[in-house]
Every structure is written in C-alpha cells, then in structure tokens.
C-alpha cells in the first residue's frame, strides 16, 4: 500500500511513459527500477528541458538501451520503426545518405552531435557516381540518445531546420562511471547484414569535482547483403558489389564541475572511415565502361566546448554558452576501364581505343562556431513565464574537386581532359558562409498550468562570398557571386491539458532555408555534350508554413498520440533546364542551360499514429503509422520524396529492465508505391511488403548484456521505395533485384560493464 501511495505521488509530480505509469499502478518493483529512465525528458523541442509529452510538437527519442537491442548498422536502421522517417540508400557504392523526414530531407534536415551541425550532404549526381559526400552519423555506441523533432523548426535553429531536426547526444562521464569513482564498458558485434564486425570499448573516472571519458570503436564490413541472383559483370548484374569498409572512431570528454553551479565539457571527437568497392554492376548510360572499381575515404574532427551555469542570485536560471570548430574531408577515386571507345575516351561513343581513366572528387568543410543562450522563469499576474533567448553563430567554409587522368592504352596518349572539360575542376568557387541568429521563446502557462501559450521568434542574417579561385574561373560560365539575405521567422504554439490524461495541442510554425554554395554559384561547361550550368544570385531563401495539432492520451496501462500536419513551402530551390535561348540566362553556344531557381511550390499533409499499451506486467505492444501526400502544386506532379504509408509495431516481453532476459517480435510494413512523377521517365515501383524480425536480450545483472536478433524471419523479398528513387530506378532497368533489402540474416552483440 505504502508503495502505491508514492507511485501516485510521482505521477502527479512528473508525467512519465506509458510503462512506467502501467507498473506504477500494479506496484511491482519493475516500475520502481523504470520511472527514472522512462520519464522522458527532451532537449530538442524548445532548446531546454522539457517532458516528451508536454511539448506541443511531434518527437520521438531512441535511447542508448534501444540502439543496443535493435543493432543498427546505419542511420536507415537506426530509425527502421519510424514509420514517418526514411534514410535512402546508395545501394551501388555509398551506402545510407541523408534523412528523410515527412517528404523532406537532405540538407534540408538538420543534424547535429551534442549541438554541433554535422558537414553538408552533398551529392553531384551523373550516371559515373562519384561524386557524394554523406553526412555520417556518429558512431552508436558513444550515443546515449537521439530525438526526431518533425517539422520546420526554424524559429529556433534557423536555416537547414526547415524540414526538422535529429539530435545526437554522447554519452559522458557519469554515463560509464555508474555511481563509481571508475568504470568502463566493452562490446562486441556482429551482424549478418554486412558481415560485420565490432569493437568497442571506453573507460571513465573522476571525483565529484572533474571527470573524464573515453572511448574507442573499430568495425570490419562488407557489402550490404540483398536478393539477387545474378552475379555477372554487366548491366544486369543483381548481387551486390563487392566492398571492403572499415570504420574507426574516438570520443574524449573532459567534464569540470568548477563549482556546484558551474560546469566545462571539453569534447573532442573523431570518425573515419574507408571502403573499397568492385563496381560489377555496370551502367546502362555509360556503355563504353566495362569495368570499373572506386574506393572512398572520410574524415571528421570535432572540438567543442561547452559551458552551463546555473546563478544563486536568481537573475537567470540558466546560461549556457559553446565555442566549436569542426572540420570533414572527403575523398573519392574511381578507376574506369573504357572499351571500344573514341580516340578522346568517351563513356557513350564507340570507337576503336581502350583506355583507363581515373577520376577523383572531393568534399570539404570547415565549420567554426558559438552559441549562447539563457533561460528564465518568472510570474506576472496570473501567468507563469519561462523565456529563452539566444544567438547562434556558423562560419562554414567549403570547397569541391573533380578530377581525371585518362590515358589511352591504344594510342600512348595521356591527358586532363575528358568530354570537353579540363581538370582539376571547381563546380564552385572556394569561399565561407556565415550565418547568425538571434532568437527568443517565451513559454506562457495559465489557468493553474493547463493551458501554454508559447510565441516565439527567430532572425537570421545569412552571407556568402567566394574566393578568387583558378580552378573555377577557369571554367566557370560566369563569374563568382555574392550573397547576404536576411529573414524573420515567428511561432505560435499552444497546449491545453484538458485532463490529467489528455492533453491537445496545436503550432503554426515558419521556416526557411538560405540557398546555399553549390545553388547560387554552381557553374561548368561541357562543350562536346553541349550542356552546361549557371549561377544564380537571385535565388531567394526557401520558405515554409506548417499548421500541425495533435492530441495525447495517458493513463495507468496506454499511452497514444496522433497528429495531423499541413506543411507548405515556397520558393522550394530546384535545378531546371532552360528554355533556350530566348532566356537571358542561357549560356552561349550550348543546346542545354541548368540553373538553379526559386520556381516550385510543395505542400505534404498527412497524419500520424503512435501508441503504446502495456496489457500485462512485463508485457507491452507499441505500435506507429504515417500517412503523408505530397504534391509538386506547380507542375501537378507527385513528390516523389514522400513514401507510401508505413507502419511499424512490437510485441515485447521483458522481465525487468536491469536483469535478466527479454525478448521481442518485430513488424514493419509498408504499402505500394503508386504516386510517382514519371515526367522523365517510368520508375520501378515497388510492391507492398511486410517484415518480421525477432529480438532477445539477457541482461547478467549490471555487469553484461547478451544481445541476438533474426532479421527478416520470413526471408521476404522486398525494396525500399527511398533506396529506388536514390539512384532513379526505371521500371524497364534490367537487374531490379540489385535494389532489393537482404533477405534473413542473423546478428549478435555482447556488452560487458565493469
């Protein structure tokens, strides 16, 4: 009796998820063990603490106990059980790239780790492909959470945030250290996706004044597995490319508690990886390429120091402030063998000539940063406030390569130039983008805490200026352009707890993103296919409006959610051919003339359901689906961005969340794909699928964790529509299966704590 009194007594005081308010009812000792894991407590949504539940937006979280049980290999496994987010594949070479959430992604989707903005994703395009640089995550298991914040959310985090937000958090000290002066933990992986293997390992120490942590991680990998049975040399191919990846990764912290209000994190983390790849599976555009092969290598660094104080006197709860520099390298080579070609080494023109050429590409940025903001909370009348303001600042400078050797093994000769271009290339000029912004949030609570008005505002300068750079003036079709803009974007959100049980909510947000390097001064000429592309310096911010309500239910064994979206951008930046040469913009003596411009309009709506129940002790059923509609309103074209409706649930057995074992069934479905813009051509489109994966787990105590998983149980033969529309399937391409998703495959993982 005594121990339900208190369960009461701690709802009342902190809302918590639906297992831990099912275990608090029925006072078994489980919910004791659980409440202070599960009663989620996120950053993201309006940049301080705040319940999961008591936001008025859509986001979700994975802890670091979730990403063990379900053993990612990529960020598209890290979210596979959210149903509203997608991470297309390269299945060809490059693997995962950026992250799709409701029909929107790319650089259009803002990443960070522990508040810093991962590089750009870029990607060139071209039927050669080789010319991607991917964003990549952090390595895993430095994670001790992510949280998805949907939609535009550029009130708070400026531009990039017009289409949501993913938050990565690494572990610190006391994360390890588990209570104890020392502490440490090492694991092993294995996952027969790719045939990988991994290592990790970390340790962390310290006293109630200073900490520190660190930590290591190594993996061995092959090619993703798929379910194709053609293992030729040719356009048909359907087995995968052969790959050999290797990752490493390196994470330190250094947390000083100078007094008991004020605290220094000095973080320094570091991933790289390489792979080699045979590029079996010819293309169909590049008839004269008979075999080819291409190895990748990327680097990133990160410093970053962090600062929170937390004054007595009363005049701010909370200051925090960060001071940044991040740097990514990427580095790609492909080795073509061209044969009966042209005497200039063409890829499509037959001829009589055998020749190697060798291409590069690279990416690299540089970003340097800060940020403060303070937080505080006071009464006026009736109304209870908690104001937040702040400035962001990012001076980000980036720079692009491409390269090639050809030689003809046919006539001796070797040369830089191929297909009327000479090398090295700059497709933009070197140069800087600055970017500040100053924003404010003033969350507003009445009628006793039930109601919450939250306004806010963000203003944001953006600039950019390239370099007097040779290897773009060289050819480039106009010169280097100048950019600065600026842009206001508010917010308005509202909750209503109309029952101690459930709570309505409601935002009207705008967003925008600033057009960036590549967009306003992207330029090059191909003389002999007689095309070539153009700057533009009157590109416009992109911009969206998005009203987005909800509802949440919560009691002693469901929690549910859902929410209805209509999000509307304008100005949306695409790459177009011209209509030449009656426009100014054409570019002399060439058939064709791309630009990109502010021309299309784009609304998505649709809905969203999540749930949780927990019917029995030790028993729960989770389960997720969304519906999203996205249309092109200036062509009347679907969006081919958005993916059919998806859903996901669970079944989970588990005996308590520090020991012993615990077992899951797992389902992800999703249906048909049958809105497609064919305008240039037919895609393939997939069928519907659904997929069962099983996982078990067996916790020894604190001490070590044994983790096993089947993925798809049934071997079901299925594609992904992102993975398809990545590379731009057509539906009369030979060898489809090459897209396909492995079939069953089996993974392991032990994790031992000491």
């Known amino acids: 009796m005594k121990r339900c009194h208190m369960a009461r007594r701690l709802r009342a005081a902190v809302r918590v998820t639906p297992v831990a308010a099912v275990c608090a009812t029925l006072c078994t000792p489980l919910w004791a063990q659980e409440v202070q894991s599960l009663s989620e407590v996120v950053v993201t949504a309006t940049r301080t603490e705040e319940r999961a539940d008591a936001v008025a937006s859509t986001i979700t979280t994975r802890d670091a106990r979730q990403i063990e049980q379900s053993m990612p290999v990529d960020e598209t496994g890290l979210f596979a059980d959210e149903p509203d987010i997608d991470v297309p594949r390269d299945r060809r070479r490059f693997g995962a790239g950026s992250i799709n959430i409701r029909g929107i992604e790319d650089n259009r989707v803002l990443q960070m780790v522990d508040g810093v903005r991962l590089p750009d994703f870029f990607n060139g395009g071209g039927p050669s492909n080789i010319s991607t640089s991917t964003r990549d995550a952090p390595e895993f298991s430095f994670l001790k959470r992510v949280e998805v914040l949907r939609g535009p959310a550029s009130s708070l985090y400026g531009s990039d945030a017009i289409g949501g937000v993913v938050s990565y958090v690494t572990k610190d000290p006391k994360d390890l250290m588990r209570g104890k002066s020392v502490g440490g933990e090492a694991g092993l992986s294995w996952n027969g996706i790719d045939n990988g293997f991994g290592q990790t390992v970390g340790v962390a120490g310290g006293n109630d004044t200073i900490q520190g942590l660190f930590m290591y991680a ?113 580095s790609t080579n492909t080795n073509q063998v061209r044969s009966r070609t042209s005497s200039g080494c063409s890829a499509t023109t037959a001829g009589t000539s055998l020749c190697n050429v060798a291409l590069g590409f690279g990416f690299d940025q540089q970003q340097t940063g800060f940020n403060f903001q303070a937080d505080k909370s006071f009464n006026t009348g009736g109304l209870e406030h908690r104001l937040i303001g702040g400035v962001d600042f990012i001076r980000t400078e980036s720079e692009e390569m491409r390269d090639a050797t050809v030689v003809n093994t046919t006539t001796g000769t070797i040369t830089k130039s191929l297909a009327g271009e000479n090398f090295p290339i700059h497709d933009f000029p070197k140069g800087e983008t600055r970017q500040v912004g100053v924003f404010v949030q003033d969350e507003i609570r009445f009628a006793g805490g039930r109601f919450t008005v939250t306004p806010g505002l963000r203003f944001d300068h953006y600039s950019l200026g390239p370099d007097n750079d040779p290897f773009y003036n060289s050819v480039a079709a106009k010169p280097a352009i100048s950019k600065s803009d600026s842009n206001l974007s508010p917010k308005l959100s509202a909750l209503w707890q109309a029952t101690d049980r459930i709570n309505l909510w409601a935002q009207y947000v705008f967003g925008y993103r600033a057009p960036n390097y590549q967009e306003i001064n992207g330029s090059f000429r191909n003389p002999v296919q007689g095309y070539g592309a153009a700057p533009n310096g009157e590109l416009n911010p992109e911009k969206s409006r998005s009203l987005e309500v909800g509802a949440r239910y919560t009691d002693e064994n469901v929690q549910t959610s859902v929410a209805v979206f209509d999000n509307r951008y304008h100005d949306f930046i695409e790459q177009v051919q011209l209509n030449c040469p009656s426009d100014p913009a054409c570019l002399p003596g060439l058939r064709a003339t791309y630009q990109y411009r502010n021309q299309t309009k784009v609304r998505i709506y649709g809905a969203e359901w999540r749930g949780v129940w927990r019917f029995l002790p030790q028993w729960r059923v989770d389960g997720a689906v969304a519906y999203a509609h996205g249309n092109n309103e200036q062509t009347g074209q679907p969006l081919n961005s958005v993916s059919p409706l998806r859903a996901a649930a669970g079944l989970t057995w588990e005996q308590s969340v520090s020991q012993g074992p615990g077992a899951a069934v797992r389902w992800r479905a999703a249906k048909a794909v049958t809105r497609t813009d064919d305008t240039t051509f037919t895609y393939f489109k997939p069928g519907g699928y659904g997929v069962v994966d099983l996982q078990a787990w067996w916790r020894f105590g604190k001490m070590a964790t044994l983790t096993l998983a089947v993925n798809n149980l049934f071997d079901k033969k299925y594609w992904l529509w992102g993975d398809v529309r990545q590379t731009g399937v057509a539906a009369s391409e030979p060898g489809v299966d090459f897209y396909t998703q492995p079939g069953r495959t089996f993974a392991a993982a032990v994790k031992l704590a000491f």
């Open 218 to 330: 190594h993996r061995n990998a092959h090619e993703m597995k798929n379910m194709g049975g053609n293992d030729s040399v040719s356009v048909s191919r359907s087995t995968p490319n052969p790959q050999d990846v290797e990752t490493n990764a390196y994470l330190g912290k250094i947390v000083l508690n100078a007094t008991s209000r004020q605290t220094f994190r000095l973080t320094y983390e570091h991933r790289d990886a390489s792979s080699s790849t045979d590029l079996l599976r010819l293309s169909t555009s590049l008839p004269r390429v008979t075999s080819a092969n291409g190895t990748e290598d990327l680097e990133r660094n990160r410093v970053s120091l962090d600062y929170e104080w937390r004054p007595e006197n009363g005049v701010l709860d909370r200051l925090t402030a960060a001071v940044y520099y991040q740097k990514s390298q990427t």
